[in-house]
T-cell receptor
Framework: TQLLEQSPQFLSIQEGENLTVYCNSS?????LQWYRQEPGEGPVLLVT?????EVKKLKRLTFQFGDARKDSSLHITAAQPGDTGLYLC????????????FGTGTRLQVTL | NAGVTQTPKFQVLKTGQSMTLQCAQD?????MSWYRQDPGMGLRLIHY???????DQGEVPNGYNVSRSTTEDFPLRLLSAAPSQTSVYFC?????????????FGPGTRLTVL
């Protein structure tokens, strides 16, 4: 059973545009992570959010954890071709330490 | 420091054949796991281990076996391959510090079962 739904599934935009990716669940997570995966490689961690309402920024990327800790969003400002990749959210339930439940993924393509 | 290594990188099997996907890490991480990645489904947990000698099932364990005799190695065995096991397989490790852990992924093994 897939507990984390991401939207949109695919996104193709031009350089300089802004975008938001959503990660939604009916379950409460103790923490939520965002990973980026490039073709032929494994996912790489971008950020971890722990507190409801928490906002973290990583250069042009802004991550937010929902107040109820059931959802999260990733906003990219002025997208660049280097942002192209598969974005995955992953949640941890309380007491499960390292065990992650991954979202369905959002494939982003940024063109010149 | 190689991090997480996986072999082979590509593999083609016929239905019914068996094989072992290798995963090794040199970071002395306690937690190791195997995921499969299929289009539109993200990563799904197959099996995981919280330390040497301890393994447990994840979301999609059927058709796969694992063992963890050392901290460094966590092989994934397919006893009788089926076309439904065509996928990209990732091994991941984390230090299991008790706080939200970073998972470190290997480069993956692309498996095709004919």
């Amino acid at each position: 059973t897939q507990l984390l739904e991401q939207s949109p599934q695919f996104l193709s935009i031009q350089e300089g545009e802004n975008l938001t990716v959503y990660c939604n669940s009916s379950s409460v997570f103790s923490s939520l992570q965002w990973y980026r995966q490039e073709p032929g490689e494994g996912p790489v961690l971008l950020v971890t959010v722990v507190t409801g309402g928490e906002v973290k920024k990583l250069k042009r990327l802004t991550f937010q954890f929902g107040d109820a800790r059931k959802d999260s969003s990733l906003h990219i400002t002025a997208a660049q071709p280097g942002d192209t990749g598969l974005y995955l959210c992953a949640g941890q339930f309380t007491g499960t330490a390292s065990k992650l439940t991954f979202g369905t993924g959002t494939r982003l393509q940024v063109t010149l | 420091n190689a991090g997480v290594t996986q072999t082979p990188k590509f593999q083609v099997l016929k239905t019914g054949q068996s094989m072992t996907l290798q995963c090794a890490q040199d970071m002395n991480h306690e937690y190791m796991s195997w995921y499969r990645q299929d289009p539109g489904m993200g990563l799904r947990l197959i099996h995981y281990s919280v330390g040497a000698g301890i393994t447990d099932q994840g979301e999609v364990p059927n058709g796969y076996n694992v063992s963890r005799s050392t901290t460094e190695d966590f092989p994934l065995r397919l006893l009788s391959a089926a076309p439904s096991q065509t996928s990209v397989y990732f091994c991941a490790t984390s230090p299991r510090t008790g706080t939200p852990d970073t998972q470190y992924f290997g480069p993956g093994t692309r498996l095709t079962v004919l």
